[in-house]
């Protein structure tokens, strides 16, 4: 999270985990967590529009992949081919 730019105070609500392997890791993110106050840790953001970022594992760690406008298992693998179908089945729909 910290190369996110989110705020781990504010974790909670921040960050959903729609689909992992051990291999790929894709995480939704509410970029709404500013709207909470420093140091209330029960506040919950606001629904608003939510980024999701893609990682693939690297015997370094996890790697962030390219960013994608919407998120769709299609512009996943147009991207990165090798994202495995069997995690498209995994995500939300998105628009």
């Known amino acids: 999270m910290f190369d996110l730019d989110v705020p781990v105070k504010h974790l909670h ?29 029960s506040c919950v953001p606001a629904a608003g529009p939510v980024q999701r970022v893609v990682y693939s594992w690297d015997p370094r760690g996890w790697k962030q992949e390219n960013g994608t406008k919407t998120g769709t298992c299609d512009e996943i693998r147009a991207a990165r081919p090798e994202f495995p179908q069997a995690l498209c089945a995994k995500l939300p729909a998105r628009g």
């Open 13 to 41: 609500g921040v960050r959903d985990v729609p689909a992992c392997d051990g291999r790929w890791l894709v995480l939704d993110l509410n970029r709404h967590v500013g709207d909470c106050p420093a140091g209330d840790t």
